[in-house]
């Protein structure tokens, strides 16, 4: 058995789109480098402060989106653009026609489906803050995908109820619109707790194929996609990724995050204050469907695997728990085998040492 990164859907290190690297350059040139730089370094003292139920938006405002863009859009393609791939592994059959990005900033997340699944022709986002949707619509403007080019996008309050959102919208409808494939970024983290599972049952409503959920790879973060992942199974959904199964989460006292990493173009470099050229950033997240996977696996890893003189060993989420893997120094065929493990990787079956 070999396993290698392409087990992981992507490159080791992904790039940002050029398109979407040249939208934000563009963005950010309409002001001085000193103010979006500012901005930056308040969002992300803003993001490591403790934050209340009530608190309002962490980026509102023409700057705070800059800053965003600068900042923050290319970790968040990163998370969003590995927890697809890994999805898109599970159901290789899987061709999505129309995507939703819920909570959509900028709307990194469609930018992300639209690099995995070519298929998409129709695409709308649906976000709070004004200026978020107006960068949004500049950046992908950008795009030479037309599902991107002709996204819709909508003013919707995720804090509202659902039927109070549909009548806001500018298009209401009987029946609330479905997509393939909907999308919660980095929302449900913001939302109260009741605001969250009411969001989720909305999101899983309007999806008639798979449901993402991500969130920063923090306690957490994870917290409250397991809290969405038992929510949405009890729905009758199945769990494409990360799980290998749908039964609850073995995990005690301990959470689920995988790595991305993404070389930061210059302007990130600027905005994170550092010559470091790529960036390793952890989510947490769940992938829900109408329909059953596609490609059974037996487990996944969710820990870098560990070595020391006597042994390698790697952590793996199965169907029967949380099984570890370890291979004796002297058995060097094994013992390579359980250290390259890529952490995140699907095995198919368990590892033959």
């Known amino acids: 058995m070999s396993i290698d990164h392409s087990e992981l859907g992507l490159p080791r290190t992904l790039t940002l789109p050029d398109e979407l690297r040249q939208a934000v350059e563009q963005a950010l040139a309409t002001v001085s480098p000193t103010r979006w730089m500012r901005a930056a370094q308040e969002l992300s003292e803003r993001y490591r402060a403790p934050r209340a139920a009530d608190a309002p938006p962490l980026a509102s405002g023409e700057a705070a989106v800059l800053g965003y863009l600068a900042l923050l859009l290319p970790v968040t393609y990163a998370q969003l653009r590995g927890a697809i791939a890994a999805t ?37 986002a649906w976000e709070r803050e004004q200026e978020f949707i107006a960068i949004g619509r500049q950046l992908a403007a950008a795009s030479s995908v037309p599902a991107l080019r002709n996204a819709v996008w909508e003013r919707v309050d995720l804090t509202q109820s659902p039927n109070s959102r549909d009548r806001a919208r500018s298009t209401p409808a009987l029946e ?106 952890k989510f947490s997240y769940v992938a829900l469907a109408r329909f059953a996977p596609e490609r059974p696996i037996w487990g996944r890893v969710i820990r870098e695997p560990t070595s020391n003189k006597a042994y390698a060993e790697a952590v793996i989420s199965a169907r029967e728990g949380i099984v570890r893997r370890r291979a004796l120094k002297r058995n060097r065929a094994a013992y390579r085998l359980v250290q390259d493990l890529p952490w995140g990787a699907a095995l198919d079956q368990p590892p033959d040492l």
């Open 88 to 124: 898109a592994l599970r159901a290789p059959g899987w061709a999505p026609e129309t995507a939703l990005d819920l909570g959509a900033g900028p709307g990194t997340a469609l930018w992300a489906a639209a690099a995995q699944w070519p298929t998409l022709r129709r695409a709308a």
């Open 176 to 281: 609330p619109p479905r997509f393939d494939l909907v999308v919660l970024g980095h929302v449900l983290n913001e939302l109260a707790p009741d605001e969250r599972s009411r969001a989720v049952a909305d999101a899983w409503q309007r999806t008639t194929g798979v449901l993402l959920l991500a969130e920063p790879g923090t306690p957490q973060g994870f917290a409250v996609v397991r809290a969405a992942r038992e929510q949405l199974l009890a729905a009758g959904a199945h769990t494409l990724a990360p799980c290998a199964h749908d039964a609850p989460c073995p995990l005690v006292d301990d959470w689920c995050h995988f790595p991305q990493r993404i070389w930061r173009p210059p302007f990130q470099q600027r905005a994170r204050g550092t010559p470091s050229q790529w960036e390793e950033t």
